[in-house]
């Protein structure tokens, strides 16, 4: 029979055990907590990237509210929203080598005396360079003869002659759909003209641009004379007046200006715009002697 020794001997070796059972369960309790946290954050790493890679309309997130800075378009001018000039025109179906030019006379006596241009079989093909010498500066214009060769012809003559010395340009238009500087009369008056008419050269698939220069008319077939418009905006036209050029950048440039100081509304409501608040003179044309 064990002796009283013995059993308290007994008694703490049972304890000692039931401790260290214990103690194991904790330390394993714990080693599992750490390991199933470790394994929560992993997962909420993952499923994060996972968000960031995914497309932005796979999110449940309303981003249009806010668009990223480099989205927000840039501010534009409302005289002419693309700066740049358009590409010249072309017919959709080229004109023959040579077209037969007429000038008919009109009742109304020329603005300067001066002589209509050669009559007759004009080149059709190839271009001329121009400068508009101008008080606010030179537009240089390129002078297209396959798509208007009689209208070229004219005012080639007209500025040999020197008809456009010191004439003023007479009109100016800014509103939202007609941005032209109109010139071409000696006056100022915006009624005369070189005593002859130039035929029509427009196309029924005419359309017209920033950095066109077509042909002012009555509104009558065939009634054009001296007078051209220079577009250097959004312009809103039928396709019934001839473009014969078109402006290079720099003198866009220059009419720019000119559209900024705006006009004083002198030809409100009809046809439209003023006088240009900056006075513009053209000074000479330059061409070529030939």
């Known amino acids: 029979m064990p002796t009283n020794e013995q059993r308290r001997e007994a008694a703490k070796r049972k304890l000692d055990r039931q401790l260290a059972r214990r103690a194991q369960r904790t330390k ?21 990237a996972l968000i960031k890679l995914l497309p932005s309309h796979d999110r449940n997130v309303n981003t249009a509210a806010k668009p990223h800075p480099q989205a927000t378009p840039a501010k534009t001018d409302p005289l002419h929203p693309d ?64 798509l208007a060769p009689c209208t070229v012809n004219s005012f080639l003559s007209l500025a040999k002659q020197g008809y456009y010395n010191n004439s003023p340009c007479h009109r100016l238009v800014t509103n939202a759909t007609l941005h032209v500087l109109q010139c071409g009369d000696p006056t100022g008056s915006g009624t005369g003209g070189p005593g002859y008419t130039i035929p029509d050269e427009f196309f029924p ?27 250097y905006g959004k312009t809103e036209l039928p396709p019934q007046y001839t473009v014969f050029a078109t402006i290079a950048p720099a003198g866009l440039t220059v009419l720019d200006q000119i559209a900024k100081a705006g006009d004083d509304g002198s030809l409100e409501p009809s046809p439209g715009g003023g006088k240009p608040n900056q006075p513009v003179t053209i000074t000479a044309v330059e061409v070529p002697a030939t």
């Open 205 to 231: 698939e005419l359309t017209y641009a920033r950095g066109y220069v077509a042909m002012a008319n009555t509104g009558q077939p065939n009634s054009g004379g001296s007078q051209f418009f220079l577009i």
């Open 83 to 146: 700066s740049t000039p358009a590409a010249a025109p072309v017919r959709p179906q080229p004109l023959p080598a040579f077209v037969d030019c007429q000038y008919p006379g009109t009742p109304q006596p020329p603005a300067r005396p001066v002589k209509p241009p050669a009559a007759g079989n004009t080149a059709a093909t190839g271009t001329v360079a121009a400068t508009m010498q101008t008080s606010a500066g030179p537009i240089a214009l390129t002078l297209d003869r396959a």
């Open 28 to 48: 394993a309790r714990r080693r599992n907590a750490v390991i199933a946290g470790g394994i929560t954050v992993v997962l909420v790493i993952g499923i994060v």
